[in-house]
């Protein structure tokens, strides 16, 4: 290729194409120091390059055999989700090569075009992946600052960059508040699904009956006041990613046919008898300990490891207060936007009071503190009277909904996360005592320590 566009580090470039001397012709056009180019001329050598690492881009011609088909294509993005694939088709082949594009190749151009046209093709590849690197480098940035650089967060913005471009199933543990749709939709904006919906629904926020309709559709006349068809949130979903937020709440039925999904990539709306293919990517989330729902028969055992292909915990905030300076000013930026308001920061006892804080209610919480404070902010900075009052009592973890004359219940995960956070304290970590006070084994103290991220405090033995 003439002109020097840039090329993804580490690019590499695979020619399969029975046409040895077209193969040869079109390296020489996009030959340069930084592409690594192989060439390939048989099935058997195409497998073998693609097995043995990652392309940044394939030249397919689909007569390399006659098993160069469409399924070829769909098991090239299974491996390698960034692979761009351009693909060379005989005239007789272009729907062929038209399903192939429906399958996520990049381009296609019929077999007869000069190798300079497809030197082209093979620029505007690099070019669609260069400029993909540069996003995915971005979003990952502005996520680490977002969610902070603490251990436990390396790991989990490790695991997100790692599962991001795949479409495993992922699922998302933590306690409420923490962020698990950002996390979600952070792992769809970065994947080759990007450009596809990315739909959300809360499982506990709807009977079963009403989730069954939101999630599959319905046709006309399936039960009362189903006057007309409706789309399905699968079905929205279709070539994106849906997002079940509090899967743990979801009752057996369903749970039964979100399973036929993740196995079939079928769906069947309420009263319709015929099935319906959908091609979804699913990310779940719950605050529940599921393996216990699993052993209590409140959760499908085969479901729950259809989602827990990639497991996912989000630390709360209290442990990665790293991450509060970042998230205060992008939320001073949203409330300033959605009040119409010109706050420019926190002043120095507002922002003691707020790094003071142990937020039970996590970046949920923080929000609703940070758009209560620009709301109340008469000046340009937010001030400790701008914060909400039981803030301003000298208190650290929230009496907060009861002091606003609300009467709240603590989940009995909240409760039992604090009890067993209490003994250990008063034990000074000893978990082999504080098993034995709080009468469970030792293997569930463990357990449970691991679910509500829980660490021992400084100096705690681990026996006694």
Known sequence: MRNKNVVPTGARLLIASPDIEFGMTLERFVERPELAIERCHDMAGLLR?????????????????????????????????????VL????????KALEGIRHGAFFYLPRSSPPSDVALAVQKALDNRQAELHLDDYEQSVFEELVGRTDAMRRVVELIRKVAPTDSTV??????????EVVAQTLHRLSPRRDKA??????????????????FGHVRGAFTGADTDKMGLFEAADGGTLFLDEVGDMEPITQAKVLRVLQNGEIRPVGD??????NVRVIAATNRDLLEAVQSLAFREDLYYRLNVIQIRIPPLRE?????????NHFLALYNGRHNKNVR??????????????????VRELESIMAHAVIMADGEWITSIDLPEYMRQGITARPALAYQKRETLLSLAEMEEQHIRHALEVLKGNQSQAARKLGISRSTLWRKMREYNIEPPSGGMEDA
């Not at 008898?273 to 959908?278: G, H, I």
């Open 273 to 278: 008898p015929v099935t319906r293919k959908v």
């Open 88 to 95: 060379l088709f005989e005239m007789e082949d272009l729907e």
């Open 171 to 180: 699922l998302l543990l933590g306690e409420s508040g923490t962020g698990k």
């Open 49 to 85: 390059a693609v097995s043995r690492r990652e392309m940044t881009v394939i030249v397919l011609d689909l007569t390399l055999s006659k098993e160069a088909d469409i399924n070829l294509v769909s098991f090239v993005q299974q491996r390698n989700p960034s692979t761009r694939m």
């Open 320 to 328: 990665r207060m790293d991450a509060l300076p970042a998230l205060v």
């Open 198 to 215: 990315f739909v959300a629904v809360n499982c506990a926020a709807l009977t079963q009956t009403l989730l069954e309709s939101e999630l």
């Open 345 to 362: 920061g926190v002043d120095t006892t507002a922002a003691r009071y707020l790094q003071q804080y142990e937020y039970p209610g996590n």
